[in-house]
């Protein structure tokens, strides 16, 4: 791993896991997502992740929804954004590119293989529903996987990456996508400096437990050298302490209502803002300075907002 001199946070505002039944924090239309991306960039997130969600919080794909939400960004603050191509397990391949297509943004993040991507116990903690979407929805995924086959992952690295100059944000969910990124760096498709998110507390992924990034970090040294800067983050409770630890092994951060919707042990958070802010403090006790979002783009060889389409 190439020890960051300066760390990268990045904040995923909303994400298509958590719905609005579970916080009025999550932001859940076109509007909401606007405003917690420019509160997060100012609070010092240098890339922001996006979803899309309609104005009733179910996760979007149509472009006219995506052009209510990334042009007001980057009128207003000046930020790396990181557009989904996962979208949500019940989204066509189409519908998951469709606003990474309609805008080559700098950044997209890219799930390393298919797999079980449980979050039906959301259903168990929920007493009172919003929406009639919600329920269905979360207990849905028990029995769909997230699929993302080698031919689509190669699909998109050509159509987004080789076409449009888009790099990206590779989610590892178990140490098998890390050998998984490490064949279509051999093909070529893939080239350094890499930014590998670890991903742990999924069901049906790597468990959130220390040991397993410590490991992660290990057999990416072992496959990637210094060509690769890592970040790390947890689902859930385990979120601010899988930060905190990713920093201290010399990599980046990542922090938002996408991944946990807490601030502290039966607290919830108010904003994504307001965790930027709680990780940024922690980031700078340990004396590492926090990268701008120029900063991001040098590190990660980015092209750059003149190459994004507006």
Not at 21 to 43: F, M, N, R, T
Not at 77 to 82: F, I, Q, S, T, W
Request: with cysteine.
């Amino acid at each position: 791993m190439r020890t960051a001199e300066k760390v990268i946070i990045s904040t995923a505002v909303t994400g298509s896991v958590n719905v609005p039944s579970q916080s009025d924090a999550l932001p859940v239309g076109p509007d909401d997502i606007v405003a917690a991306a420019i509160e997060a960039a100012h609070a010092g997130s240098a890339i922001i992740h996006l979803h899309a969600r309609h104005d009733d919080g179910r996760p979007a794909w149509e472009t006219e929804v995506w052009e209510r939400i990334v042009p007001p960004i980057l009128d207003e603050v000046d930020v790396v954004l990181n557009l989904s191509t996962g979208g949500s397990s019940q989204m066509t391949m189409d519908q998951r590119l469709a606003g990474a297509y309609r805008f080559s943004p700098e950044l997209a993040s890219m799930n390393m293989g298919t797999m079980n991507f449980v979050y039906s116990g959301i259903a168990d903690r929920v007493r009172s529903w919003k929406h009639d979407w919600e329920e269905p929805y979360v207990r849905g995924t028990y029995s769909a996987p997230f699929i993302n086959t080698f031919d689509r992952i190669e699909h998109t690295l050509r159509e987004l990456g080789e076409k449009g100059g888009t790099r990206f944000e590779f989610e590892c969910y178990d140490i098998g996508h890390l050998y998984s990124l490490a064949y279509f760096v051999d093909k070529g498709l893939v080239t350094a400096p890499l930014m590998i998110q670890g991903v742990f507390g999924i069901l049906g992924g790597i468990g959130a437990h220390h040991e397993n990034l410590d490991h992660m970090v290990a057999i990416a040294d072992k496959l990637f050298g210094d060509d690769y800067q890592f970040s790390a983050f947890a689902a859930g409770r385990d979120q601010m302490q899988f930060a905190t630890h990713s920093a201290w092994l010399g990599g980046h951060v990542r922090v938002g209502l996408e991944d946990s919707l807490w601030i502290g042990k039966g607290r919830l958070a108010d904003s994504n803002a307001q965790q930027v802010a709680k990780i940024r403090a922690v980031v700078e006790d340990l004396g590492k300075p926090i990268a701008t979002p120029d900063d991001a783009r040098q590190m990660l060889g980015l092209k750059g907002l003149a190459g994004v389409t507006r």
